[in-house]
């Protein structure tokens, strides 16, 4: 038996083949802020563990169940986050993504991750995605176009806009529709997490929100969803 790089070679000349390794935990090339709620002490301050200290702040003291623990998450509705301090603008390509569950019958106006003069990512008072971008030569908005979410049910929520392309909605590391866009992505400097200029709230339960100063693959969409699924649903997505 001799092992190789490639596998083990065994007398007889057959190759057992090592194994695929096979991806797992957050994507962390270019991220720009990751908040998550198993990092959150106490206060308003929601901290950013993306190590560039992006923190965002709370516009009153979140509700938390499963306090410092892998499942961790705040009831959103009057309560949202907003940076703390300016951190990004345009930028050509662009990801974000977030972990939510709509309680009840309605996601509300639903905002996840928007900005005033930047983009906005939210439900429109139903339970499809919509998405739209104004760097000040008019908003182009995109909805999802294949498939709605279910209320009480935890999702990981992702998309990629790329200029000149458009927006890539995702749900659960799957595509659920594109959206053609030659605009430059714009992001604003100050982001909210479940509301839109201080209103438009989600209703329902958030756990996770990041961004990334580039555009992720449908592969990596799903690696983030299969994270967070997993700590979230207790498994990966289907």
Known sequence: M???????VFGNGVILADPTPVASGLIVNGLLFNLDMQNYASGTTWPDNSGLGNNFAFSGTPTITNPSTSTAYFTSGSVYATAASAI????ANYSKGIVVRGNGSSFGTGNLISSTGGEAWYFNGGNALYGGNNNGDGVNTSYQSSGTEAYNVWYYLSMTFITGTGWQFYVNGTPVTTFSASTVGKLASTPQIGAFANSYNFTGSIAVAHAYTRALSAAEHLQNATYYLTRYNGSSPA
């Open 2 to 8: 001799i092992i190789t790089p490639g596998g083990v």
């Open 88 to 91: 990004f603008g345009a930028v």
